[in-house]
Every structure is written in structure tokens, then in C-alpha cells.
């Protein structure tokens, strides 16, 4: 059991925080009992498991002693100061995972009916990624795919917002000439969101599949995004407010093409 | 000018990140030159302005002056550090409001034809309310009703998540016995929202006027909701999600509402 905080290992945890070091290791650190138990039964590539016995009373913990025994994952023990000293979390539960991050690569996405894709423009808050991709999930959209500067969905932020869904999306990062260049490829249909688009989002019929394309919090759907976007539609707003939420303005689209898809 | 942190009235400023003293005195703080300037162009009850000079650079910081001088606000300027001291932004402008708290008591509150009201039962996280208010203005909504043990809507984050839609809503705090009491009175219909509902929102005719009633992020709609819901609706999941962010969920049940009476 490891009780020192400047243990190399527990360092290395720690470190994980840092954007640039998952760049690095391709690694992510992730916290708690359901998060942890959810990558184990979806086999996601865990490195290690974090456990501070002292800290661990909540329901479930069996079930992961019994997924980390049949996949045969490491196991660190560590005291609960030890944990404390890396917790993401008010009131650590005392399990955690080390786990490798999983990206598509867009070059080989070849899209089929039925598919939605989120495209996202420099998305920079963590919290409204993790948001998004758990609405994604929510009506079996395909995944994300991140342009340009956009935050980190191994973000423990964006983690925790995702409630599991990034284990089972596909996750792409790409640059705007790379996923122009694959929309020539795939010749598959790109409908960007804008204020000030003619088009109501429900007067249009999606096309399938689809891209989804958002732009950022602070800036909106880019002119050179709207050059490569068949059509781009308005969510109307009749209050004062001008704007939408990203992660609301995601959400009300993709439940739009939820809905024309199966009342069809 | 104030150039000490311990001076009494930053004190004050400072004390009013609690939500216990915002209770007390009534006031709630505001920061940023977009929201002071959106508080003082709806003549919201500004008890006093706070500039930081050395601070000011940004746009809007004329308008600002100029609308303080019409309305006769009082100001208080203080140093860079005392205004980094109760700052709740990373990059402060400079430019603050203390403002009186606005509410609306439930037993004026007469439902007429068009009005959407949501309902809000015990949430939690304060950006997902300032999120949810930002959304419900959006479609015209007319406020939020907190019920029991919500997050403040005065909170930093909150107002924050909100963009200005707190200025425009009526806000609503009342125990379950008096919301129960209103929909007596007023003959409202409340529609309640739940995963475990048989009937889709979307082959649902939503009545008007109307109060949605969602459930708290934790808990969802609780049996005593259930029970003075005219109907509970569910949001289809086909993912791996069993269930979709408070803010998220509330959206797509609004824009629904929203979408049938504009193409009624």
C-alpha cells in the first residue's frame, strides 16, 4: 500500500491533470465507484486501479473486485490521505482508474444510414463537452468530433458530465482542411446551427446520415465552417435572451433529427 | 476609493458568496460589464454600482456610466486588489453590482393562456439552473418555480449560466403544500417529466397554460410529484445513457412545447 504523496506513482496521478500530460502519456485519470465500474464491464484498455480501502463504503465495490480479478487488471492500494491528494471529488469514494485514451481516426470513418455526428468547433468548456456527448449517446448518436482547439474530453469535467457516454462514442480530433477533406471522401451531409440562419431548424427534414456541426460557446458557427455546411438552421428564441446554451442548442437539434428519424 | 480588503463594505461584498447571507439581506452580487450593463438597462433594483478603474478596458464601460447617471446609482470604486478580493471571475473587468433580490410570490401568480412556467423540484447544481432560466426565456417562458430545497438562483454561478435571463423571468420559492395549493387555486395543469412515464413527450399535446415539473438531478420526479401531475412524460433514450442532464431534459420537453404552439 502506498501512504507517502510523493510517491513517483501517485505523481504521475496527479499529473494527469494536466491537458498537456494526457497529450503525452495518452492517458486519463477517472473517479468513482459508477464510472469506474461502467469502463470495466465495458472493457475499456484500463492501466491500473486506484483503491483506498480506508475510503470504499459504497454499493458496488464488489462488482468491481470481481471485473478487475476476470480482466486481470493491476491494482494499486493506497491510504486515504494518498487518494485524497489526487481526488477530483467531494467525498472520494477511494476507487479510481488509469485508463488510455481511445480515438478514432477520421480517415477511416465511413459514415452509414442511420448515423449522427456531432462536429464541434474549439468547444471550451469541459463540463458542456461531457453534456454533449452524454446527449449524443442519449439518441444513439455515433460520437464527436472535435475541431481544431477544442477542450479535452478526458477532461475529468467532461468525464463526470458524460455519465459513461464517452466509453461508448467514438471520439475523433481533427483540423478544419482534415474533415474538410473527409466530407469530400465520404460525401456525407454537414447542417451547421447559426442565430443568424434563415432556415428553421423545424421546417428542415435531416438528412441521413449526418454531420451536426456546432460552433463555439464565445463565437458561433466561423464563415469558414458555413461554406462546407449543406445547410445551416436556426433554433427561433422569442425571449430576451440571443443565445443558447452549447450543450442546450446541441441538444435541441439532435432530438429534432431523433424525432424526424423515427416518425418517419 | 477603497483600497482595503479589510474595509467593512468589502466585507459585505465578499460575505454575499454565501448563500445564508444573500438570504439575510436580500442582495445578490453581479460581475462583468455585459450583465451590469443588461441589470441597468432593465432597471433592475441596483443598490450600488462597484468599478475598479484601474481594471476598466472593455467595451460597454460608457454605457455603463451613462445609464448610472440616469438612474443615480450610487458608486463605489475601489483598487484592483480589493476588487480581485471578491472577484468570482478569472480576468476581472473591473465592473460589479450589488443588487436587491426579486421575487414573486406564488399566491399573485394568475396563469393566463400562453404562459409556460417550469417547475424545479429540489435542484441542486446552480449552473443547470442559471442554464435552465437562460433556456425557459428563450422559448418566452415566464419564470421558474423552486420548490423546497433548490439551488439559489442568486447564486454567482447561476446568474453567470443565466446570461441575463434572471432579469426577465419571475422567480418563484415555494414548499411543495403551497405549490400544491396553487394548482387548486389556479386551476393550472402541471405536466411532470420522468424516465419510467409510458407516455412519449412527443405524441403528447401539451395543455396551455402550463407548469412543467421536473425532478431534481439526483432523486428525478419524486412520488408526491407524480401525484399532482395531470400527466408525466418521458424522453426516449435509445443509447447507453439511462438518463439526460437536468438542464438537457428540461430543453427538449420546452422547445417541444414551444414547436406545438407555433405550428399550431
Known amino acids: 500500500m502506498i501512504t507517502s504523496t510523493s510517491n513517483p506513482q501517485v505523481k504521475m496521478i496527479r499529473k494527469l491533470k494536466d491537458k498537456k500530460e ?24 484500463l492501466k491500473e486501479i486506484i483503491l483506498a480501502p480506508e475510503l470504499i463504503t459504497g454499493q458496488g465495490i464488489h462488482e468491481i473486485y470481481q471485473e478487475v480479478q476476470r480482466l486481470e487488471i493491476p491494482v494499486t492500494e493506497v491510504s486515504g490521505d494518498v487518494f485524497r491528494s489526487f481526488s477530483v471529488k467531494e467525498g472520494p469514494q477511494g476507487v479510481a ?12 470513418l465511413i459514415p452509414v444510414t442511420g448515423d449522427v455526428w456531432v462536429a464541434l468547433d474549439s468547444v471550451a468548456d469541459p463540463g458542456n463537452l461531457g453534456t454533449i456527448m452524454r446527449t449524443v449517446d442519449a ?115 439532435v432530438y429534432e433529427i431523433f424525432n424526424q428519424r423515427r416518425t418517419k
Open 97 to 108: 482508474a488509469i485508463a488510455h485514451q481511445q480515438w478514432t481516426d477520421l480517415k477511416e
Open 22 to 45: 494526457r497529450q503525452q502519456t495518452g492517458l486519463y485519470y477517472m473517479e468513482g465507484i459508477r464510472i469506474v465500474l461502467e469502463a470495466l464491464q465495458m472493457d475499456m484498455p
Open 139 to 253: 439518441i444513439g448518436g455515433k460520437g464527436v468530433i472535435l475541431l481544431d482547439q477544442s477542450t479535452d474530453p478526458y477532461d475529468s469535467t467532461s468525464i463526470r458530465a458524460s455519465m459513461g457516454a464517452l466509453f461508448h462514442l467514438q471520439i475523433i480530433k481533427a483540423n478544419l482542411a482534415e474533415f474538410v477533406q473527409w466530407k469530400l471522401v465520404s460525401s456525407i451531409s454537414i447542417i451547421g446551427t447559426s442565430d443568424s440562419a434563415e432556415m428553421d431548424y423545424h421546417d428542415f427534414r435531416f438528412p441521413d446520415p449526418i454531420v451536426l456541426l456546432m460552433g463555439s460557446e464565445r463565437m458561433g458557427l466561423q464563415p469558414q465552417h458555413y461554406k462546407i455546411c449543406e445547410q445551416v438552421v436556426r433554433i427561433p428564441m422569442v425571449g430576451r435572451s440571443d443565445s443558447l446554451n452549447l450543450a442546450i442548442a446541441t441538444a435541441v437539434i
